[in-house]
């Protein structure tokens, strides 16, 4: 995101404080910046401040565009910018768009903008889960503001809830992102995520490690890129996107189903699931009762590999899935790669703790039939969900051409 005109909004939540340090950014990344505040956010966070980093003149109201000889800045700073962020937004400003009320320069300047216009709110759990909230929310999508979900994080109230703002650089992030040609665009994208659990009895399941993280990185990257997303999605404790089609289930068979139905519907299936090899052959109706059982028994039975199958019957469809190694990782992802029919296999190494399974970060390697094997080396898992998805994105572009 460079040599853009912005107009940065701020509102009057706590995290205005941190909106220096965005613009600091946006500057230093040689863009132009012109900020309006409401009087509310000056009681945060100064005009001083954001006018020394910034290098315009920051706007609190009409008054102060008319002492700089503009008598419709409405208009003239909304023609000015290539796009809109309001950061942070707060759930009176969110009412006030959804609902078309323009009293102050900040609302008239916005609902005067046809740019692109951002939104990051940032707010107590309790008003952004309002129904009030989340309807004018909806609203917005509507009217095409695109708008960025609050995180789950420590919130000025001294306790950890949804509301907080995104810190600096993923907001920076998601809007370059959103402003990238959207390569994907027209592609309907299918990808699995988190682990599938195998009941025992009704109380006990045979699971594994994963957290979803990686196929739920990899959902937002695609619909980044402008890719129309199913997320089929296991167990996990990550909060579920939005902006995409979601189906949440359990066992491997909840999983079977719901491929056969939605592959056939989508241009590529990205596995990233943790899928379970084997499932229990003889399920227990009823709890087993310890006390009643000093040793219990458990027949495993394999399951069909999903993938094989799916490479079986696939239609100009690509296929990427992942390996889950502790030894000989090229060599046995290779072998997998060609016994699947893969397109594309994403290669780690699940032995080493301090990447893979619940944690943030991972490296892996790009393993495809005809190029060399791409090695991303130890970053977050985010960095390398966008790296996957652009890779699709180029094994698309090479089977249409």
Not at 260 to 278: Q, R, T, W
């Amino acid at each position: 995101m460079h040599h853009k005109k912005i107009l940065l909004y701020i509102t009057g939540g706590i995290a205005s404080y941190k909106v220096p340090a965005l613009v600091r950014m946006l500057v230093k990344n040689d863009n132009d910046i012109k900020i309006i505040m409401t009087k509310s956010a000056t009681k945060f966070v100064t005009p001083l401040t954001l006018e020394t980093l910034c290098k315009n003149k920051v706007y609190v109201d009409f008054e102060d565009a008319f002492n700089e000889g503009d008598y419709i800045p409405h208009v003239s700073l909304a023609k000015w910018a290539d796009f809109s962020m309001i950061v942070p937004a707060t759930a009176n400003i969110i009412g006030k768009l959804a609902n078309g009320i323009a009293d102050d320069l900040v609302t008239s300047t916005l609902i005067a903008s046809n740019h692109p216009k951002y939104i990051v709110p940032a707010m107590n759990d309790q008003m952004w889960e309002n129904p009030a909230t989340q309807r004018n929310v909806k609203q917005l999508n509507l009217d095409g503001y695109k708008i960025m979900d609050p995180e789950v994080g420590f919130l000025a109230e001294g306790y950890n809830a949804k509301g907080r703002m995104p810190e600096i650089e993923d907001i920076y992030n998601w809007i370059q992102n959103d402003l990238l040609p959207k390569s994907l665009s027209g592609k309907s994208i299918l990808v699995t995520a988190g682990g599938t659990q195998e009941p025992i009895d009704p109380v006990r399941f045979i699971g594994n490690y994963s957290s979803g993280k990686m196929g739920i990185q990899i959902a937002k990257a695609a619909k980044n890129l402008g890719a129309k997303v199913t997320l089929i999605i296991g167990a996990t404790n990550q909060i579920i996107p939005t902006g995409m089609k979601v189906i949440k289930i359990k066992s491997f068979k909840d999983l079977q189903k719901a491929l056969y139905s939605e592959f056939p519907k989508n241009d590529v299936l990205i596995m990233a699931a943790a899928v379970s090899d084997y499932h229990v052959k003889n399920t227990a109706n009823q709890k087993i009762k310890a006390k009643e059982n000093d040793e219990v028994q458990i027949t495993l039975e394999r399951n069909p590999n999903l993938l094989r199958n799916l490479g079986k019957s696939t239609h100009n469809q690509l296929l990427i899935g992942f390996a889950a190694e502790t030894n000989h990782l090229i060599e046995n992802a290779q072998f997998e790669l060609k016994n699947k029919n893969l397109d594309m296999l994403i290669a780690n190494d699940v032995s080493r703790t301090d990447i893979g399974f619940g944690s943030d970060e991972n490296e892996v390697y790009l393993i495809t039939p005809n190029d060399p094997v791409e090695k991303i080396k130890k970053t977050t898992k985010k960095q390398i969900a966008q790296r996957i998805v652009q890779k699709v994105a180029s094994l698309m572009k090479k089977e249409e051409d």
